[in-house]
């Protein structure tokens, strides 16, 4: 088992972080947030969690411990594989997943892609005893705010992200900007921008520019 991955950062994508370990690049899919912290050529230590299957071998990265804990108990629901247990992740921070599934919030859970009515209202029943209550205290409260990392201030991750990628400052700037209307839509309608898919968004502005 794969505890952790450490070394320096050797490249970054919209999913994937590559990390270089003994020589070797380790490449790890991880959410928007946790690609964020990350910076080319930096430091850095990640939480992996390997998923093994006949035909691969796909290693998953994560801020801390906690994270790649909710990741793996997400998986042992029906119909929850490491993909959708780490979309749960890039929409919502774990503490957000423990409030949610403590008081039943479906609405919540329909916020992450491919979870529908009906499926939220299964996970809610398996997961109600699995993931427990919210921490909510010391660095869970804080990277909680009020109910994701996106709600907390997308602009900020979204920038952070684009710049950890390799863009200019300027160009993050632009793509940030670009993409804001499609944020502010959904905070309109009461939702709460998911960066992940403003990040695709902004890549697609950024490559339309070139």
Same mark, same amino acid.
């Given at each position: ?77 029906? @119909?929850? *594989?490491?993909?959708?247990?780490? %979309?749960?992740? $890039? !929409? ?7 409030? +949610? /599934? ?61 710049? @950890?990628? *390799?863009?200019?400052?300027?160009? %993050?700037?632009? $793509? !940030? ?7 502010? +839509? /959904? ?24």
């Amino acid at each position: 088992m794969i505890a952790f991955v450490s070394g320096p950062v050797a490249a970054l994508a919209p999913d994937t972080a590559v990390v270089e370990v003994g020589g070797v690049g380790m490449a790890l899919h991880c959410t928007p947030g946790t690609l964020a912290g990350l910076r080319v050529g930096e430091h850095a230590k990640l939480a992996a969690s390997l998923v093994v299957r006949e035909d691969s071998l796909t290693l998953y990265g994560f801020a801390d411990d906690d994270e790649r804990q909710v990741f793996e108990l997400l998986q042992t629901a029906s @119909g929850v *594989g490491p993909r959708l247990a780490q %979309a749960m992740l $890039a !929409v919502h921070t774990p503490d957000a997943l423990r409030l +949610a /599934v403590s008081s039943g919030d479906e609405k919540a859970l329909t916020a992450v892609p491919g979870i529908g009515k009906k499926g939220a209202q299964k996970l809610l029943l398996e997961l109600k005893d699995r993931l427990g209550e919210p921490l909510g205290t010391g660095a869970h409260a804080s990277r909680a705010g009020v109910g994701t990392p996106a709600a907390a201030g997308w602009r900020e991750q979204l920038h952070a992200a684009l710049v @950890g990628l *390799g863009y200019a400052t300027r160009e %993050a700037d632009e $793509a !940030v900007t670009a993409v804001a209307p499609q944020a502010e +839509a /959904v905070v309109a309608d009461g939702g709460r921008p998911q960066v992940g898919s403003l990040l695709k968004a902004a890549l697609q502005s950024l490559n339309r520019a070139r």
